[in-house]
């Protein structure tokens, strides 16, 4: 398993300083205008910090993730401060979640307390598709048949323990009450397969009361 230590964030560091500001702006804009009002974001998972350094004035963004703040990491984390938010953005985070073994509780509660889900993730082609659950999450080692998934730029193991496809992203959010609004490849180029999506919580399923607390839960 890959571990979230210094090293790790900067390699990502250096990995997206070429790219961090534009594909930041281009994450910006399509939360503008879908929230167009937007005051309170959640970056869930938010590595070095990139949604919080492009951040519009007078928005306020509360950023976790689960490995610690270290020196040379452009913004530390806020933590979660708020039992709700407009937005919660979960960029380059849920797949690194083994959801066939144990979901993140704390995740799916926040994505609970927030009104609108942004997710950019790796989709893996649905042309490729060998395997009858394609409908699921995958699971790490993969459910597919052939070497399809290990030639693919995203097979990291041990790092990325779910392989999403369209459908199988839909499913999950639909599974906790958001319908999708929007799907598309915003961030491409350079980020090849990188899928970016918008989800909005059904009528009476985001709770406003403080739902920061984390319960044992599995998906």
Request: glycine residues 8%; hydrophobic residues 35%; proline residues 5%.
């Amino acid at each position: 398993m890959v571990e979230y230590d210094f090293n790790y964030y900067k390699k990502m560091q250096r990995k997206n300083s070429g790219t961090a500001e534009r594909i930041n702006n281009v994450r910006w804009e399509l939360i503008k205008s879908y929230v167009p009002k937007v005051k309170t974001v959640l970056d869930y998972g938010s590595g070095c910090g990139y949604l919080t350094a492009f951040a519009p004035e007078g928005v306020e963004v509360d950023s976790y993730d689960i490995g610690k703040y270290y020196d040379g990491i452009p913004y530390p984390q806020t933590g979660i401060l708020k039992g709700h938010y407009d937005a919660i953005c979960l960029y380059d985070v849920i797949e690194h979640v083994d959801w066939a073994v144990k979901s993140d509780a704390l995740m799916l509660s926040m994505i609970r307390a927030s009104t609108y889900v942004f997710v950019s993730v790796p989709i893996f082609p649905g042309d490729a598709i060998a395997h009858k659950s394609s409908t699921f999450p995958f699971h790490d080692p993969p459910l597919f048949t052939g070497n399809d998934i290990i030639q693919w730029r995203h097979y990291r193991p041990g790092e990325h323990l779910t392989y999403f496809t369209e459908e199988s992203l839909t499913a999950l959010l639909k599974a906790l009450g958001y319908e999708l609004l929007y799907k598309g490849y915003d961030e491409c180029p350079p980020r090849l397969d990188i899928m970016t999506f918008v989800f909005s919580g059904v009528s009476g399923n985001v709770s406003k009361e403080n739902n920061s607390v984390a319960r044992s839960e599995s998906w």
